[in-house]
Nanobody, 123 residues
Framework: QVQVAESGGGLVQAGGSLRLSCAVS????????MGWFRQAPGKEREFVSA????????LYADSVKGRFTISRENAKNTVYLQMNILKPEDTAVYYC????????????????WGQGTQVTVSS
């Protein structure tokens, strides 16, 4: 069983920054691709970003490209999402997920999920 735990959410003003962290249990973190998704009230869960096992390949949703950066530290079993120039429309619960296969924009490809962390951006 893989456990996934997000942290770092909070309330921030528009234009501000937050860094989300995602800790994953187990000794095989370096074999997982990782992804971030988000879900706003009344909306479907949407892809935000993904990163390959080594960190050498990344994917971003168009809506966050140039503002968000995904990274990972395999020695710490942790993946990060640096979010800059935040907008009110970034308000959502952000979820971290494990993908055994590789980076993907589809939520269906992910095997384990965290409980989510709330990000609220005020205007």
């Amino acid at each position: 069983q893989v456990q996934v735990a997000e942290s770092g959410g909070g309330l921030v003003q528009a234009g501000g920054s937050l860094r989300l962290s995602c800790a994953v249990s187990g000794r095989t973190f370096a074999t997982y691709a990782m992804g971030w998704f988000r879900q706003a009230p009344g909306k479907e869960r949407e892809f935000v970003s993904a990163i390959s096992r080594s960190g050498g390949s990344t994917l971003y949703a168009d809506s966050v490209k140039g503002r968000f950066t995904i990274s990972r530290e395999n020695a710490k079993n942790t993946v990060y999402l640096q979010m800059n120039i935040l907008k009110p429309e970034d308000t959502a619960v952000y979820y971290c997920a494990v993908n055994f296969a590789g980076p993907s924009t589809s939520a269906l490809a992910y095997n384990y999920w965290g409980q989510g962390t709330q990000v609220t951006v005020s205007s």
